[in-house]
C-alpha cells in the first residue's frame, strides 16, 4: 500500500490552462482585490473619509468625546467655570444652537446651550439668549422663575439677578439700543436644576452663577460687535437670600403698614430679595415648586414693559389718576410712573381661597411701595367683588 504523504497535495496541483484562464476572467469581473485599484481605491478612501469625518463632525457639534474643546457655551465658559455646578466638569457634554441676529432672527439675538454631566446626573444646565416677550409667556412662566426672592439683584447697575440655580442678565443697552416701552430686554439667562425649593439658598453656587451669566454675556455682546466687558460682579453681591423670620404683623414682608389687620398674625416666613435692583420680591409661603403668595414690585422701566399687556388686560379694571391696572380672583397689577420711570406693582396668590386677602393687601402694597418709591400717594379705585371689565 503506497504511502498518501509521496503524492503531491491536490491543493498544490497546478491547474489546467482553461482554468487559469478561467479564474482570470472571474477575478476581472469581481475579486475583492480589483475594488483596490484603478479609479475606485479612491472613492473608497474618499467614502470611509467621510463617514469618519461625518462621525468626528458629530461629536464635534455636540461637543463630547475626544473632541471636546475646553470652552463651551460659544465659547464663553471654561471648565473651571463649571466646577460650582458640576461633580466632573472635565466630564460635561455641551450641545449649542448658535446666536442668531441680524437677518437670521426677526426677535433679536437668539439661541441656546445645553449642559449635562456624562454620568447622566439629570441637573442639566441650560443657558439661552432671547428677548424677553409677553407673547412667549415670559410675564408668566420666566418671571415666576428668574424673579423670585431666592435671586439677589446684581448691582452695580446692571439689569440682571442671580441665585443658585438660576441667573439672567440684560446685554446692555449700549449694545443692542435701549428697548421700547412695550418691549422686554434681551437677556441671557441660566437655569439648573428645578425651580425653587424649602432650603435656603447656597451663596457659593450663586457666585458661580453670576459669574458664569456675566461671562455669557461678554462673549455674546463681543460676538455682536460691540466694546466693553462687565467686571465679575461677585465681590460684591452680598448673601444670599435668607427665609425672614421676625416678621411683623404691621409690616408684611418687610413694607410698614402692611397688614392684613390687627388681628391677623404672621404665621409663614417670607423670603424678600437682598439688596436693590430691578425688582423687589416677597415671596409668602413656599412650599416646594412656587410661593402660595408673591408680591412683586418691578423698579426697572426696561423690565416694567414686560408686564405692559398684563396691566392692560388682566382681571376687572383697577384706575387711578396716576396710572391703571386690573384685579382678578388671583392677581391684582397695576402699572405707574415714578422716579426711575414706569413702575409695575403686582400682587400673585397661587393658593385657592386667597382672594379676599389679595384684595384687602393689593392697594394697602401698591400705595406703600409707590411712597417708598416717591410715586405716591395714589388713591386706587378698586372694581366691585365680582365686577367687570
Known amino acids: 500500500m503506497s504511502s498518501t504523504a509521496d503524492e503531491p497535495n491536490r491543493f498544490e496541483q497546478p491547474l489546467p490552462a482553461e482554468r487559469d484562464l478561467l479564474s482570470e476572467r472571474r477575478l476581472r469581473r469581481w475579486?475583492?482585490?480589483?475594488?483596490?485599484?484603478?479609479?475606485?481605491?479612491?472613492?473608497?478612501?474618499?467614502?470611509?473619509?467621510?463617514?469618519?469625518?461625518?462621525?468626528?463632525?458629530?461629536?464635534?457639534?455636540?461637543?463630547?468625546?475626544?473632541?471636546?474643546?475646553?470652552?463651551?457655551?460659544?465659547?464663553?465658559?471654561?471648565?473651571?467655570?463649571?466646577?460650582?455646578?458640576?461633580?466632573?466638569?472635565?466630564?460635561?457634554?455641551a450641545v449649542e444652537a448658535p446666536v442668531l441676529h441680524g437677518e437670521r432672527s426677526l426677535d433679536g439675538p437668539s439661541g441656546s446651550c445645553q449642559l449635562t454631566n456624562s454620568d447622566g446626573d439629570g441637573w442639566a444646565l441650560t443657558a439661552r439668549v432671547h428677548r424677553?416677550?409677553?407673547?412667549?409667556?415670559?410675564?408668566?412662566?420666566?418671571?415666576?422663575?428668574?424673579?423670585?426672592?431666592?435671586?439677589?439683584?446684581?448691582g452695580g447697575g446692571l439689569l440682571g439677578?442671580?441665585?443658585?440655580?438660576?441667573?439672567?442678565?440684560?446685554?446692555?443697552?449700549?449694545?443692542?439700543?435701549?428697548?421700547?416701552?412695550?418691549d422686554g430686554p434681551t437677556v441671557v439667562d441660566i437655569a439648573h436644576g428645578s425651580w425653587i425649593s424649602d432650603m435656603e439658598p447656597h451663596t457659593k453656587e450663586r457666585d458661580g452663577m453670576a459669574r458664569m451669566v456675566v461671562k455669557l454675556v461678554n462673549k455674546v455682546s463681543a460676538?455682536?460687535?460691540?466694546?466693553?466687558?462687565?467686571?465679575?460682579?461677585?465681590?460684591?453681591?452680598p448673601k444670599?437670600?435668607?427665609?425672614?423670620?421676625?416678621?411683623?404683623?404691621?409690616?408684611?414682608?418687610?413694607?410698614?403698614?402692611?397688614?392684613?389687620?390687627?388681628?391677623?398674625?404672621?404665621?409663614?416666613?417670607?423670603?424678600?430679595?437682598?439688596?436693590?435692583?430691578?425688582v423687589r420680591t416677597c415671596d409668602r409661603h413656599i412650599t416646594g415648586s412656587q410661593p402660595g403668595q408673591r408680591l412683586m414690585t418691578v423698579e426697572d422701566p426696561r423690565l416694567a414693559a414686560l408686564f405692559t399687556r398684563m396691566t392692560l388686560d388682566e382681571g376687572d379694571r383697577v384706575r387711578s389718576d396716576v396710572g391703571h391696572g386690573g384685579l382678578g380672583p388671583n392677581l391684582g397689577v397695576f402699572r405707574a410712573?415714578?422716579?426711575?420711570?414706569?413702575?409695575?406693582?403686582l400682587i400673585q396668590a397661587n393658593e385657592s381661597g386667597m382672594s379676599a386677602d389679595l384684595r384687602t393687601l393689593f392697594p394697602r402694597y401698591v400705595e406703600a411701595e409707590a411712597n417708598r418709591l416717591g410715586c405716591g400717594p395714589l388713591k386706587l379705585k378698586l372694581p366691585?367683588?365680582?365686577?367687570s371689565h
Not at 168 to 178: E, F, Q, S, T, V
Open 132 to 154: 424677553l416677550d409677553y407673547r412667549a409667556g415670559d410675564d408668566g412662566k420666566w418671571a415666576d422663575e428668574f424673579l423670585s426672592a431666592r435671586l439677589t439683584p446684581l
Open 337 to 345: 410712573r415714578c422716579q426711575a420711570g414706569t413702575t409695575v406693582f
Open 161 to 182: 439677578m442671580a441665585s443658585d440655580n438660576r441667573a439672567w442678565l440684560a446685554i446692555p443697552d449700549g449694545c443692542l439700543g435701549r428697548p421700547g416701552d412695550f
Open 384 to 387: 366691585r367683588p365680582g365686577g
Open 31 to 93: 475579486h475583492w482585490r480589483r475594488l483596490l485599484r484603478g479609479r475606485v481605491r479612491p472613492l473608497l478612501a474618499a467614502g470611509l473619509a467621510g463617514v469618519l469625518l461625518g462621525v468626528g463632525g458629530m461629536a464635534w457639534q455636540t461637543q463630547a468625546g475626544p473632541f471636546a474643546p475646553n470652552e463651551v457655551c460659544w465659547g464663553a465658559l471654561s471648565r473651571n467655570d463649571l466646577a460650582p455646578m458640576f461633580r466632573k466638569p472635565e466630564g460635561v457634554k
Open 223 to 237: 460676538d455682536l460687535g460691540c466694546t466693553g466687558t462687565i467686571a465679575d460682579p461677585v465681590e460684591r453681591l
Open 240 to 278: 444670599a437670600a435668607r427665609y425672614t423670620r421676625t416678621e411683623k404683623p404691621d409690616a408684611l414682608c418687610g413694607i410698614k403698614g402692611l397688614t392684613l389687620g390687627k388681628k391677623r398674625k404672621p404665621n409663614q416666613y417670607p423670603m424678600i430679595t437682598d439688596g436693590h435692583g430691578p
